[in-house]
């Protein structure tokens, strides 16, 4: 703590500048890594187990259903059948989509995909559960499944929804600037197909819910590892049949969500019907087979896309049109496109853009929106195609991108679309990340090891990471305003004995909310971090929240902090007060030092935190009645740089941060696989409050990137069968396949988040993927090899070597 | 993840073992490792009423010296015999194979004796002793009996076990001084060879002597090389005669195909792999690209 007092700046944010940007470690770990944190699992209580019956087929009519063997298994409290679900609760309401479908949390009278719960049993303990559950007896007529997109889209193809008439349940086609035109007057036009494969994050902790029924009041509580509590209260009050008060969300420690931690709701419908069912609390954790089979995906998609330019390397227009496969879970299909093409032009001052999506569904896994959410994809689609016409014009991948940069005194800039990128320097950020990889070195290795016969490849790609989504894009095709902006709520208070406290409408899924809040906060109040208490436990009877309220999108940075500021002034602004009453003294010639607050110059007269949480709680009665007592502050805060999205200016979200990756792959052109033996990072992460923190988030997302470029793929038998059902077949990245990351510096402040934060979580696993396509191509250049497609596995790579020419 | 209603027995002496297996029949399963068992147990994909647990037995677990061949209790693991450093010296093969399974976690549990009664098509450890010649020694109430590697494996997860039986140890000779390679292909380092080779000769002068090479991964069971053997035994190992013997190596075999390889490439995986196996054991440095 520094000895010097500053004085109190009127509207400045920070009285000091101590812990705020320092690599504070975080707080978190030491509970974590010894095994100590609180997950839903290790919730002490006396609950009964759920087990599903989960549908062996893609797509079938459920003929019967006999649970009479089950029901009298040994320990068995309860037996529900998707009937029974419908006949409790109202359908999941979807949210992208225009089709009007029906469907429920289990499944009624038909599966959709293999692996979908028909029947769930509670039992006393897990495996009387799961012995049971092996005595439900469904009969199944199977029905022929649509599984790949081509499938679905298939004149006669068999539905998914038979009440929608199609398999396409959203098409929409959007076009911004004068997109004819410029491929009429374009030198070149590169295009190819793409196809981005269906993945996921698989967080270390799959989904957990514990769901306990009061008879008395009717109420429910629920603790799970839920992502987004704001909507998830909405989404299961109405589906559930039950005012929003009547469920209490409690969140403990979660092992991770990635988005992944969206789609827990469901689930917990079925665990609250099942509690009120059997009278008893009950609890489902998981299992990874389930979740692999089950949980949600990353949907995969088909992309078509254009890039049309001048002589001189200037991208005029680009054109894409994207078949998703969304599954079969209606309450996100759609969800994806929009918020994909808020970065169709990327880092690049491309003024026209034509884009088209069809939502496919199909009989495969549900999908949820997963880090990035299709900006992955779009990413890859369009640093491909930049890769692409660098090639047929022969230019240097570098220089290509460096003449089409958004430049910096454009900025603010507005794409086409109506995406704002607030601030940034585009082409220094490239120069950085090439200096810092030593690209022209690696190039000049690349060649003269060719002559040996290694096969090594450079490649770069530049990416845009959103932040902060504004909400409820999606209704630009359905044409019905719902969520709008981004809205989060924070409590900032002192205890009893004047020690700071926080509580956060967010959820903390692993990403250090508690370490960064208490730097936050230890700055406005010219503490020490250790002083500020958070709570990375959710309860929605306590944490101020709002429908938009979660940790997804990147907007912890952003309006969960905002919030915390806000509630941190009101806070500071009443300690104050009392205060300058204790002291007798106006407020302005007051400023705060080391857990007191002082006289501007005098700091022997003082009044301590704790002395005025006394006056505000103990001895009230002493100060004058314009005080309320009580030291315990709420504050809603969202982004105002939100606009109400519309056709012609999507706005979907509102901070932008930037990357460029350069990596160098080796190939062995004898097998086919493929190693990374540099990779060089530079993030342009805004103003970074925890660089430990930013810097891990950075690396971290990437590992997820290198995981969908080269090893990711949930995979399907033609009749619907996941064929990668654990992780001996679902591969992840794993500590000795992931190179070592070098990470540049860069840091230009975002003018509309509060603090001048970007976004992290996610910018590594959008660049990432075209990067690494980008060098392994690079590498097969001498066998005319053209990544399409990801993952880049060693048998497609050996194919394109041998002949395909296309991975 | 949870598996069926089981019986656990942990017998103490190799005795009690067998007799417990005798009792029980075929209700119970032997437990060493546990590295394969309890995940078929916990995914209900085997359900044995009864676990005999052959960790109580101190006497499985020892490595020791016979003179030409080194004696391996069945309860030794993959992190022990990477360790060793008798086997380091006088058989090397075994470690080096032992040191590519799985991940640490799994080299610490996993025994020997676990992974080649298991008979994985793709156990790196069934290639290791199959190309050593090692015997086995299976002992039942009924007696004991001695088989050679080559005898030992049926077919997929399929061995000349019963199920009375325990494999008590495991001979493998010794060959300090020999070459010896063990050569895996698998897409991360923690995951089941798509191609293993196991490979040992002695070179006598120039010519290579003694090659004896099996593959696993790449069939339904562990398979010794044989064209690769007899077109090299006596020959001096050099580049052209390399690649010839490796491209025809997969010529009969019925490739395996699976997600992560399809019997095609599998195919020309394993034929890279023998040609990089016969090269690392002849010292020959070739084009990082073979031509097969
Ligand atoms: C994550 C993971 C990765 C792996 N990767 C690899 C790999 O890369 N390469 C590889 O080769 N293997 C791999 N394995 C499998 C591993 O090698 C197993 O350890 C081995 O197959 C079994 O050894 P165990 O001692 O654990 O046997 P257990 O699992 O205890 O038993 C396996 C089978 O053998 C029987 N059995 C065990 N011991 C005896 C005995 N003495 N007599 C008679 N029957 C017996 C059991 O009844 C059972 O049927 C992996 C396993 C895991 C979990």
Not at chain 1, 541 to 566: I, K, Q
């Amino acid at each position: 703590m520094g000895d010097s007092t500053r004085p109190l700046e009127s509207d400045g944010v920070f009285v000091t500048s101590q812990w705020v940007g320092a690599a504070v470690p975080r707080r978190e770990d030491a509970r974590t890594v010894q095994g100590q944190a609180r997950y839903v699992d290790d919730i002490d209580m006396d609950t009964a187990h759920v087990a599903f019956v989960r549908s062996p087929h893609a797509h079938a009519r459920i003929t019967a259903i006999d649970t009479r063997d089950a029901e009298a298994s040994p320990g068995v409290l309860a037996v529900m059948t998707g009937r029974d679900v419908a006949a409790a609760t109202n359908p999941v309401a979807p949210r992208g989509i225009t089709a009007s479908v029906t469907q429920y949390v289990m499944a009624v009278d038909k599966v959709r995909y293999a692996g979908e719960p028909v029947v769930a049993v509670v039992a006393g303990t897990q495996y009387l559960a799961e012995d049971a559950a092996a005595r439900v007896h469904v009969d199944y007529e199977p029905l022929p499944p649509v599984v790949e997109i081509e499938e679905a889209l298939a004149e006669g193809a068999p539905l998914v929804f038979e009440e929608a008439g199609t398999n396409v349940l959203l098409h929409d086609a959007f076009e911004h600037g004068d997109v004819a035109g410029a491929f009429r007057g374009a030198d070149l036009v590169v295009k190819e197909t793409f196809r981005m494969p269906r993945f996921s994050s698989t967080p270390l902790e799959p989904w957990a819910i514990i769901a306990q029924w009061d008879p008395g009041t009717g109420a429910f509580v629920v603790w799970s590892n839920d992502q987004q509590p704001g909507r998830t209260a909405i989404n299961v009050s109405r589906t559930l049949r039950v005012p929003i008060d009547k469920v209490r969300y409690i969140i403990p420690d979660s092992g991770g969500g990635f988005g992944i931690k969206l789609a827990v709701w469901p689930y917990i419908v079925i665990l609250c019907l099942l509690a009120r069912r059997a009278g008893k609390a009950v609890r489902w954790i998981q299992t990874r087979s389930e979740h692999l089979l089950a949980g949600t995906h990353t949907p995969e998609a088909l992309i078509e896309a254009e890039l049309a330019l001048a002589r001189d390397g200037r991208f005029l227009a680009i054109r894409v049109n994207s078949k998703e496969n969304d599954g079969s879970f209606v309450h996100t299909a759609g969800i994806y496109p929009l918020i994909k093409f808020a970065v169709i032009v990327g880092c690049y001052g491309i003024r026209a853009t034509a884009f088209e999506f069809s939502t496919v569904v199909t009989n495969k896994a549900p999908t949820v929106q997963n880090r990035g959410v299709g900006k992955p994809g779009m990413t890859f689609v369009l640093e491909r195609l930049v890769d692409l016409a660098a090639r047929a014009l022969d230019l240097d991948p570098a220089e290509i991108r460096r003449r089409n940069f958004v430049r910096p005194e454009q900025m603010p800039y507005t794409t086409p679309t109506g995406e704002v990128y607030e601030s940034g320097d585009y082409p220094e950020c490239l120069r950085r990340a090439l200096e810092l990889a030593g690209y022209d070195e690696w190039c000049r290795k690349r060649d003269a090891l060719r002559e040996e016969g290694r096969y090594l490849g450079v490649g770069i790609a530049a990416g845009i990471e959103p932040g902060t989504s504004n909400l409820g894009y999606y209704y630009i095709s359905r044409g019905r305003p719902d969520f709008l902006g981004s809205v989060e709520g924070a409590m900032v208070g002192a205890d009893f004995d004047g020690g700071i406290t926080v509580v956060t409408g967010s959820v903390d899924a692993g990403q250090g909310h508690a370490t960064t809040v208490a730097q936050v906060v230890a700055d406005m109040l010219a503490i020490r971090p250790e002083q500020v208490s958070m709570s990375t436990h959710f309860d929605s009877a306590t944490s101020p929240f709002a429908p938009h309220s979660g940790t997804y999108a990147n907007r912890f940075n952003d309006v969960e902090l905002g919030a915390v500021v806000a509630a941190t002034r009101k806070l500071r602004a009443k300690m104050l007060r009392i205060a300058a009453f204790v002291l007798g003294v106006h407020e302005r010639s007051l400023a705060l030092r080391a857990g007191t607050i002082h006289v501007e110059g005098d700091p022997t007269k003082a009044v301590s935190f704790q002395e005025i949480a006394a006056y505000a709680y103990k001895k009230a009665l002493l100060l004058p009645e314009e005080i309320e007592p009580g030291l315990r502050e709420i504050a809603y805060y969202q982004n105002r740089a939100a606009k109400v999205p519309r056709r012609e200016e999507f706005n979907i979200q509102l901070t932008h941060a930037n990357a460029v990756h350069v990596v160098v792959a080796e190939v062995d052109v004898a097998t086919g696989f493929v190693t990374l033996p540099k990779y060089v990072i530079v993030h342009d992460w805004g103003r970074q409050l925890n660089p430990g923190i930013v810097k891990g988030m950075v690396i971290g997302s990437t590992v997820h990137g290198i995981g969908a470029a080269l090893y990711e793929e949930f995979l399907y038998s033609p009749d619907g069968q996941l064929l990668t059902g654990t992780f001996m077949d679902y591969l992840k990245p794993v500590a000795l396949t992931v190179p070592r990351f070098d990470l540049g510096e860069m840091e230009s402040p975002c003018p509309t988040s509060p603090l001048g934060t970007k976004a992290v979580g996610e910018g590594g696993a959008i660049t990432s993927l075209p990067a690494i396509a980008n060098a392994v191509e690079d590498a097969l250049r001498p066998f005319g090899v053209t990544v399409t497609s990801l993952p880049i596995t060693p048998e497609k790579t050996l194919r394109a070597i041998r002949g395909a020419r296309v991975i | 993840m949870t598996p069926e209603r089981f019986e656990y027995v942990a017998p103490a002496s190799l005795d009690e073992a067998t007799s417990t297996l005798r009792d029980l029949g075929d209700e119970a399963k032997v437990m060493a490792g546990g590295q394969s068992l309890l995940s078929l147990m916990k995914l209900r994909l085997a359900s044995p009423r009864y676990v005999v647990d052959l960790g109580r037995v101190p006497a499985l677990n020892y490595i020791r010296d016979e003179g030409d061949a080194i004696a391996i209790g069945a309860l030794v693991t993959y992190a022990e015999l990477k360790a060793s450093a008798l086997l380091r010296e006088r058989c090397a093969l075994l470690p080096r194979a032992a040191s590519v399974v799985g991940d640490v976690q799994v080299r610490n549990r996993g025994t020997i004796g676990g992974a080649l009664a298991h008979a994985d098509p793709a156990g790196d450890l069934c290639a290791a002793v199959l190309a050593l010649d090692a015997r086995l020694k299976l002992v039942s109430t009924r007696g004991e009996r001695w088989v050679w590697a080559g005898e030992f494996f049926l077919g997929m997860y399929a061995s000349v076990l019963e199920p009375d039986e325990v494999l008590a140890e495991i001979r493998v000779p010794a060959i300090a001084g020999w070459r010896c390679a063990y050569l895996k292909a698998a897409r991360r380092p923690s995951d089941f060879a798509l191609v293993g080779v196991a490979v040992r000769c002695r070179i006598d002068g120039r010519a290579c002597a003694d090659l004896a090479m099996a593959i696993t991964g790449v069939s339904d069971r562990v398979f010794r090389a044989r064209s690769v053997e007899e077109a090299l035994n006596g020959r001096e190992l050099e580049t052209a005669l390399i690649e010839e013997t490796a491209s025809r190596s997969m010529d009969g075999v019925d490739v395996s195909g699976d997600i992560h390889a399809s019997s095609e490439y599998r195919t020309h995986l394993a034929r890279v792999y023998v040609s990089r196996a016969i090269r690392a054991v002849g010292a020959i440095s070739g084009p990082p690209t073979p031509s097969v």
